[in-house]
Nanobody, 117 residues
Framework: QVQFVESGGGLVQAGDSLTLSCAAA???????????MAWFRQAPGKEREFVGS????????YYAEPAKGRFTISRDNVKNTVYLQMNNLIAEDTAVYYC???????WGQGTQVTVSS
């Protein structure tokens, strides 16, 4: 079974930094290095939106406008983990953050990020 598990969410203040992790588990451990990975988020009452992505080998970065200059995606194919480093957080970043693998074929369960202003 392909699984991805996010962690690292929490309650922070505006201006703080937070790093989310998404670790492959189960059968996805064997194929993690073959997947492009992405982060999405869904705020209350809003549709899920793209945050950014990274290619299977670590290049080919893409970021949505709200993430540019503040968020950085990285991955460690030895640890089978992708990261989302978020700096200078604002209240509008409050959402459930999801990782997605292989162009949205597989999803994690999400981790809540709440930014108090």
């Amino acid at each position: 079974q392909v699984q991805f598990v996010e962690s690292g969410g929490g309650l922070v203040q505006a201006g703080d930094s937070l790093t989310l992790s998404c670790a492959a588990a189960g059968s996805s451990v064997r194929t993690f290095s073959l997947y492009a990975m992405a982060w999405f988020r869904q705020a209350p009452g809003k549709e899920r939106e793209f945050v950014g992505s990274i290619g299977f080998a670590g290049g080919h970065f893409y970021y949505a406008e709200p993430a540019k200059g503040r968020f950085t995606i990285s991955r460690d194919n030895v640890k089978n983990t992708v990261y989302l480093q978020m700096n200078n957080l604002i209240a509008e970043d409050t959402a459930v953050y999801y990782c997605a693998a292989n162009f949205g074929r597989y999803w994690g369960q999400g981790t809540q990020v709440t930014v108090s202003s």
